[in-house]
């Protein structure tokens, strides 16, 4: 049988006289409309809502939800980026009452087992990236992205140093280019070999003391692990520079290598990609961000 009730709209599913559910009586007065309403706001007709029985509106959306690609159907490559299947238990664990019913204006008092789970994932997420500190201010990855970068602009004034310069591989995040212009910088893209790696000959050309940053992921979008990252990170501090390193793709690596040991200097995580944050939804809600000693005096306050 032809399943349509994923396909049509509800409004050619309506049947007058359906009910999805029967109300009681209501028991207040009534009041005419144009009593309680300006009489612009009220429209000229009843709105053409559809008569629905419950099961039309139940089998409509689940059917309509099984045409959707999602981590629980398919491999779901979004964008760059891997996104992996998480366990419903995390989600259950995470909609417990004692975190999700918080109000940010309760009294302090009150939410200091909040804070310490705060702090220790800070302090994870510090020994994950080998790392010193964190924020877990940044609302989303690119926010964390834009955050490290106005940092760094901020470091490097701090040292009276004009740096205009981003760069990244042309293999580089989709975003990197996005946050490098809105936190004022101008982007130049160094070159990628045959086998997807960075180009150190070009890379080399293009640093100079005008650069501030160089942005990596790694792996990268090619789905390649730069095994140069020691050389190409020396080489972006001989010239002054700071290397960010994009986490879109820290999957590959939890736990086998931390981008602090191979030179980086600051990063962002992505919890709905390494670890069990919410997938889409409006976003992720949380891109927290790592830095070396002496970036943490430039992190967002307050820090938990």
Not at 34 to 40: G, I, K
Request: proline share 10%; hydrophobic share 40%; charged share 20%.
């Amino acid at each position: 049988m032809r399943n349509t009730q994923a396909i049509r709209p509800l409004t050619e599913l309506s049947r007058p006289g359906r009910r999805a559910a029967l109300l009681p009586k209501c028991d207040v007065p009534p009041r005419p409309l144009e009593e309680l309403l300006p009489r612009e706001a009220i429209a000229a007709s009843p709105p053409a809502l559809p008569e629905l029985s419950e099961p039309d509106v139940v089998r409509h959306f689940t059917n309509l939800s099984t045409l959707n690609m999602s981590v629980d159907t398919h491999f779901y490559p979004l964008g760059s980026c891997t996104m992996k299947y998480n366990p419903k238990r995390n989600e259950r664990l995470a909609s417990l009452p004692g975190l999700a019913d918080l109000h940010p204006y309760q009294p302090e008092a009150t939410l200091q087992g909040l804070l310490e789970l705060l702090w220790q994932l800070q302090e994870m997420l510090a020994e994950i990236g080998g790392l010193h500190a964190v924020s877990l201010q940044p609302a989303a990855g690119a926010h964390g992205e834009l955050t490290c970068l106005l940092m760094a602009r901020a470091y490097f004034r701090r040292l009276a140093q004009p740096r205009t310069k981003v760069l990244a591989p042309d293999s580089a995040h989709g975003t990197n280019p996005a946050s490098a212009t809105v936190a004022g910088f101008d982007y130049v893209t160094v070159k990628s070999t045959s086998r997807g790696f960075v180009d150190l000959e070009d890379l080399r050309a293009k640093l100079d003391n005008r650069v501030a940053v160089f942005m990596i992921t790694n792996p990268n979008t090619l789905g390649m692990f730069d095994r140069q990252i020691r050389q190409i990170a020396d080489l972006v501090h001989e010239a002054g520079g700071l290397v960010y390193l994009d986490g879109a793709n820290m999957n590959a690596i939890l736990g086998i290598s931390r981008p602090g040991d191979f030179g980086a200097d600051m990063m962002h995580y992505n919890p709905h990609k390494t670890f069990s944050g919410p997938h889409g939804g409006g976003g992720p809600g949380a891109g927290p961000i790592a830095v070396r000693e002496m970036l943490e005096p430039y992190l967002p306050v307050p820090v938990v």
